[in-house]
């Protein structure tokens, strides 16, 4: 008895302990997170401690990046000169935009994540499985000198192995290949996997793997960008990863619709810097150092002006989140937003209010099914409110939507890795396009029209419809929202 008694003063010592940490230590949290942590303390002691152990620390506020590579390629010049030219009125961009030159999202992002402008992409949108990995898989086996991944997911299924035995191919005819995965969703990955391509000289290796102890504190911060480099002139980058499931072949989650972006031009360098410091970061025995096969010149033919932002718990800037609110907050005539999770903070909520107040027509399309039914039913729970303000909420039926896509006004336009929730702004490492181009932004238009097709209204009937143990359910979720 004696026993039982001394655990439980210890664990109300940790949790009290733990509490005033939380609520008082000098890292910067936002209030609703320290109230859920505190929640989660007060209803679950001693599990509660263990959570926060592996869900609630932040990581160190000291850069994990080495930012060389951006000086060896005269990032920081070329940003610094941009700002300038912003502030004189000088930066070329394209005149086709009703609400005049977005010179303050440019700015923006030039700003919190020093990401420069850059023009003359040929980019296209793509939109199925099946046609991202026949051209993804065709760009690799075209690539002479070097192959650079990062994927979230990479299932050892049968798309999984093609994209595999591409990459053991160019690895057999000398092309450096070097993949970078994400611990979490490389479980079901067998150790010996990457075997036959790292005996061809290729490296593939897990960001924030196991260090020198077993267990992994680090393992709420997730490496969910998706980037590929094919010798430097060829990128890709959006929802996509790499498995069966991305071709619409789980049962269970039916057709997946999902958006990527090809980029040929100036863009690339950009992904290749984000491609050089992710590595560098995790894989200290391969280090990658500037060399100009990896920078070749490749201004594209395309029109497109885009700056490519990333994002991560490495830092406070959540650059990404403040450049969806830009984006939104600029609306003069429509919003269209793709997510399969719908849980913005108390920033970006209100800026999405005060848009459909303003008359902005906005709509927001989520899944009809979920792969986290915590999440989806916070998310349930948000889009309720838009939709009482007069939004559109489209519920996709066809399958799997897992597309990550904002368009404004027909004219603006992200595609990237980011989801439309706080997991997403502050504890994922996220990449996301910010484009620039009218016939572009007018091509996702007609992708979301199309998609509205297969998909049905949610309603306030519907939602008032719904019985009093889902209701609790769903604001019971809520209030865990800024620490899923």
């Not at 519920?395 to 603006?412: A, C, M, P, Q, R």
Request: one cysteine or more; aromatic letters at 10%.
């Amino acid at each position: 008895m004696r026993i039982v008694t001394a655990i439980a003063i210890a664990i109300i010592i940790l949790n009290t302990a733990l509490a005033y940490y939380i609520v008082f230590n000098e890292e910067r949290r936002d209030i609703a997170s320290i109230w859920a942590w505190l929640l989660i303390l007060i209803l679950f002691p001693g599990i509660g401690i263990i959570a926060f152990m592996f869900l609630g620390r932040k990581l160190s506020q000291v850069s994990i990046f080495d930012q060389q590579i951006l000086e060896e390629i005269s990032l920081p010049q070329l940003v610094e000169s941009q700002k300038k030219r912003i502030k004189s009125d000088v930066l070329s961009i394209p005149e086709t935009f009703h609400q005049g030159k977005p010179h303050e999202l440019i700015s923006l992002l030039l700003e919190t994540n020093h990401a420069p402008l850059t023009e003359g992409n040929d980019l296209s949108i793509i939109d199925d499985g099946e046609d991202k990995f026949y051209q993804l898989i065709s760009d690799i086996r075209k690539a002479q000198d070097h192959i650079h991944m990062i994927y979230f997911i990479f299932r050892m299924d049968d798309a999984g192995l093609k994209v595999l035995s591409a990459l053991e191919e160019r690895a057999a005819h000398g092309v450096k290949v070097k993949i970078l995965y994400e611990p979490a969703g490389a479980r079901a990955m067998s150790k010996g996997f990457f075997d036959r391509l790292q005996e061809l000289g290729g490296v593939a290796k897990p960001f924030f793997g196991p260090g020198i102890i077993p267990v992994n504190l680090r393992t709420n911060f997730r490496m969910h960008r998706k980037i590929a480099v094919l010798d430097g002139k060829v990128g890709y980058t959006g929802g996509f990863n790499i498995g069966n499931d991305y071709l619409g072949l789980y049962e269970n989650m039916g057709y997946w619709r999902d958006t990527h972006l090809r980029i040929e031009g100036d863009a690339v360098k950009t992904l290749q810097s984000r491609f050089f410091m992710d590595w560098n970061a995790a894989v200290n025995d391969h280090s990658l150092v500037y060399s100009e096969n990896y920078y070749p010149y490749c201004h594209g033919n395309g029109k497109s002006h885009v700056q490519i932002v990333s994002s991560g718990p490495d830092g406070d800037s959540e650059a990404i989140k403040k450049g969806f609110i830009k984006m939104i907050s600029m609306a003069k005539k429509s919003i269209y937003i793709q997510t399969p999770y719908f849980i913005p903070d108390e920033a970006l909520m209100e800026t999405i209010k005060i848009a459909i107040m303003s008359g902005i027509d906005v709509k927001v399309m989520i899944p009809n099914k979920p792969d986290h039914p915590l999440i989806y039913r916070a998310t349930l729970s948000f889009v309720a409110e838009l939709i009482d303000l007069g939004a559109q909420v489209f519920v996709y039926d066809k399958g799997f939507l897992h597309s990550k896509t904002i368009v404004i006004d027909g004219e603006l336009l992200s595609i990237g890795t980011a989801n439309f929730d706080i997991r997403s702004f502050r504890l994922n490492f996220e990449v996301t396009a910010f484009i620039y181009d009218q016939l572009l932004a007018q091509k996702q238009v007609q992708l979301f029209k199309k998609d509205c097709k297969s998909s049905h209204i949610l309603t306030k009937e519907m939602i008032r419809s719904i019985g009093k143990k889902e209701k609790m359910r769903r604001q019971i979720s809520r209030l865990f929202s800024p620490i899923l």
